[in-house]
């Protein structure tokens, strides 16, 4: 609700720029006579998968004993079922490109369905191990599957759920792997994590110059430089040479970061990179145990060194600041 | 807020208002290209990325100035408050200059000098409190001097944040005083009432969207002092009651039903007036109190398993939220009482919040099978191979 819009409306509407049932629908919505209750639609459709699945999760947990497991594994799996039937019954033709959501429904029930298949699968893994040693790959089964559906119904989120479960997947094994071959995992789970992040990255940049779901890009490229920027970051310290490389590392690899996404005016990239690469500085600056007074004027001389670096260059940065 | 701030920001949302509808095919690109020219910027403005990287590093930029002239300095209590009742005001002065000769709005900085002037300007004054006064008048103080700083620095700067701070703070005053749940009714009334008629008044647009803070702080607080589990635990009756008093006459007593009525029509309420005045804040309000008094039911009544009342619940919002769209797409130019379920608003904040909901579902992935087979059980040596014991 804007009388300022309004006002502005009028204005164009006045001057003939705008006619009049053009300016009709724009006034109604600047003084709040027409509101659109769409995002409050996605917002409880959201809530409601994320309660149903709390819900089913609950009946795996307390009704073994009552239901027993195959008959709530049949349960949770129909209802599954279900759901993705009627994403299948309702989904556009496949397309590399973007395509359109038929509706709020359809990416909901897309969502439910393949959170109730995955928690279905780690059921029938925990009570009936078809895996055995090896069920971390549970992982990646429910990865490829998160993978399929993000492709086939193009969804941005299932994709992001799929990377996440296939980093879960390395995570588990090697920490169950690792412990008993090599004792220490968190350095494995390190470099792990690292082959990971950059996997990712080079998947959304292949994705991006073959031109097939390009638009996936930005989620590849930003989980990845998560992972990768987390996992030099609890690496980082100076008691031996490795954490000191880490730190090391993370203050070039932030920095490579924010010089790349500069260049590409990727803004969310270039703040993530600065804030690593000063993260890092301030720790390396931290564990020469400099004292506090030192530590606080770095700080202080740092950041709003920063920021009127920022500032200084805003004219370079273009973007759109409304 | 200076007459040319305030022009500033008018012009502002007009050209963020125009560019959210070319977005969404509402204009074409000259209209708002002529949008843009009649309402020209003369503002230092960072995009939203920037914004949030500037204003965090000159926060701990400007703290870590303040923490270091404090361990130079070493001052005692005293000293202390004096020390960040100057900052506070050097500041002030940094924000007054920033948002005047510096024309800088919406970059980050300016808010942050702000955020921190009032933070510690609160802080020096807390120190005064607790020299000049003791007990409930102290407790009264405290919060009176947040809510003083706060709301004086949002209506000043324009920063709506600050303001709603500042009203959630008076309720704070409120709180040790006797009749504090009356209060609590009567200030939030008035607050949800001055809210709606600020939000839809030719206000600049910083205190209008005060007004929509002023409306969450308002139903907020009549909630609070109308819950069921509010009454029944003495909460707003004195601290005696709710920490050495007993329940017991607070359960027995002849005004609980009417809290018992209020927990369940308050939200309708609430909902009522959102959809009456079309107003998407007090929506918001009775949606949050619905789910709120739902719990509150579920707490005093078992009415079901947990899993049945989760699953219940959750397909019953989903089929709420589907059923609405459907019957709001059906209506007559897809719309019914001024209500659209058509995407209207700015894609971009639309995308932001798709992005948190894809960064909380990156970080979710499927339990870890409970170890329930006999070849994850350690110490037996059936795991791994090569000497490995077995053990995780």
Excluded at chain 1, 92 to 121: C, H, T
Excluded at chain 2, 2 to 8: E, G, I, L, R
Excluded at chain 2, 152 to 170: D, I, N
Aim: proline share 4%; aromatic share 10%; net charge neutral.
């Amino acid at each position: 609700m804007s009388p300022d819009v309004a006002a502005a409306v009028e204005g164009l509407h006045r001057d003939g720029l705008l006619s009049a049932e053009a300016a009709r629908p724009l006034r109604r919505l600047a003084l709040g006579h027409l509101v659109s209750v769409h995002a409050e639609i996605r917002v409880l459709s959201y809530l409601g998968v994320l309660v149903t699945v709390a819900g089913a999760g609950v009946l795996l947990r307390d009704n073994l004993a009552r239901l027993g497991p195959l008959a709530i594994a049949f349960g949770v799996g129909a209802a599954a079922v279900s759901c993705l039937a009627y994403v299948a019954r309702q989904a556009p033709a496949f397309s590399w490109g973007e395509v359109e959501s038929p509706g709020v429904a359809f990416d909901y029930l897309l969502l439910l369905g393949a959170l109730l298949a995955a928690a279905d699968l780690a059921y029938v893994e925990a009570q009936f191990t078809p895996l055995g040693a090896g069920w971390p790959l549970h992982f990646l089964v429910v990865a490829a599957f998160y993978a399929l559906l993000a492709l086939r119904y193009d969804s941005r989120t299932l994709f992001s759920m799929a990377l996440g479960s296939f980093a879960a997947w390395r995570g588990v094994s090697i920490t169950l792997h690792a412990s008993l071959l090599f004792g220490h995992t968190p350095a494995v789970l390190r470099w792990n994590a690292l082959a990971c992040g950059a996997a990712f990255a080079l998947l959304g940049q292949a994705l991006l110059r073959k031109g097939k779901k390009a638009h996936f890009e930005p989620v590849a490229v930003h989980i990845g430089a998560l992972l990768v920027l987390g996992a030099l970051a609890s690496g980082m310290g100076l008691r031996s040479f490795e954490e000191l490389g880490f730190a090391l590392g993370l203050l070039g690899a932030g920095a490579a970061l924010a010089a790349a996404s500069y260049r590409g005016r990727r803004f969310g990239l270039f703040v993530l990179g600065v804030i690593a690469a000063y993260a890092s500085a301030c720790g390396l600056f931290f564990r020469l145990d400099p004292g506090a007074e030192a530590s606080l004027l770095f700080m202080a001389v740092t950041a709003l060194g920063l920021v009127f670096a920022l500032v200084a260059l805003r004219r370079h940065f273009k973007e759109d600041a409304e | 807020v200076t007459p040319a701030a305030v022009a500033a920001d008018r012009n502002a949302e007009v050209r963020a208002t125009a560019r959210a509808w070319e977005r969404r095919g509402l204009i074409a690109a000259p209209v708002r290209a002529a949008l843009d020219t009649r309402h020209p910027d003369d503002r230092v403005r960072l995009g939203p990325a920037l914004r949030v990287l500037v204003f965090v590093m000159t926060f701990i930029g400007v703290w870590a100035v303040f923490g270091f002239v404090f361990a130079v300095l070493s001052p005692g209590d005293g000293g202390a408050a004096a020390l960040a009742a100057v900052l506070g005001g050097l500041l002030a002065a940094l924000t007054e200059w920033q948002l005047g000769p510096l024309r800088r709005s919406q970059a980050g900085a300016e808010a942050a000098t702000a955020l921190a002037s009032a933070l510690a300007l609160v802080g020096a004054l807390l120190w005064l409190v607790d020299e000049i006064a003791t007990g409930r008048l102290e407790d009264c103080l405290y919060w009176l001097a947040a809510a003083l700083v706060f709301a004086a620095a949002g209506v000043r700067w324009g920063f709506p944040l600050l303001t709603t701070f500042g009203a959630g703070c008076l309720f704070g005053a409120m709180a040790p005083l006797d009749g504090a749940r009356a209060l609590f009714v009567i200030a939030g009334g008035a607050a949800v009432w001055g809210g709606l008629a600020l939000e839809g008044s030719d206000a600049p647009p910083s205190q209008r969207q005060a007004g929509l803070g002023l409306q969450v702080v308002g139903a907020l607080a009549v909630y609070l002092a109308l819950h069921l589990g509010s009454w029944d635990a003495g909460l707003l009756d004195g601290r005696a009651l709710l920490f050495h008093g007993s329940l017991s006459a607070q359960r027995t007593s002849a005004l609980r039903p009417v809290f018992v009525a209020a927990t369940a029509v308050l939200p309708l309420v609430y909902l009522g007036l959102g959809v009456a005045l079309r107003r998407k804040v007090m929506l918001a309000c009775g949606a949050a109190a619905l789910l709120a008094s739902l719990v509150t039911l579920r707490f005093y009544v078992h009415v079901a398993p947990l899993w049945v009342v989760l699953t219940g619940s959750g397909l019953a919002l989903m089929a709420f939220a589907f059923a609405l769209e459907w019957w709001l797409r059906a209506g007559a130019d897809e719309e019914r009482g001024g209500f659209t379920a058509r995407p209207l608003e700015d894609e971009r904040r639309q995308q932001v919040g798709e992005a948190l909901v894809m960064a909380v579902q990156a970080s979710q992935h499927p339990e870890r099978p409970a170890p329930a087979s006999p070849a994850f059980k350690g110490g037996g040596g059936t795991y791994g191979g090569g000497g490995a014991t077995g053990e995780y």
